[in-house]
């Protein structure tokens, strides 16, 4: 699997956590439909548009990432790192 290190600032971790998902899905070739039907084992039943939606605009719980990340056979999380504060010099 391909890693992919993004140096996150204060305000993009809901991004990170969108594109964490995307990525996955991509990995195991999984659309948005599929998603859908994958997370109904966990008693998740949404439409696929929604679905889609809400993993678009990062806004969703820590348990919906993991449903979703487990849904697409996960077995771990790499988080980024935090990017170190600016000096002043820079």
């Known amino acids: 699997m391909k890693t992919c290190f993004v140096s996150v600032e204060n305000g993009e971790w809901e991004h990170v956590a969108a594109e964490i998902i995307r990525s996955r899905m991509k990995a195991v070739g ?40 487990s849904a697409l056979d996960a077995v771990s999380i790499e988080i980024p790192k935090r990017a170190e504060p600016r000096t002043e010099a820079e």
Not at 44 to 69: I, P, W, Y
């Open 30 to 69: 999984v659309n948005f439909v599929q998603l859908s039907r994958l997370l109904r084992s966990f008693g998740f039943d949404e439409h696929n548009k929604s679905l889609s939606g809400r993993v678009n605009r990062g806004r969703f719980t820590a348990a919906f990432m993991l449903q979703c990340m």
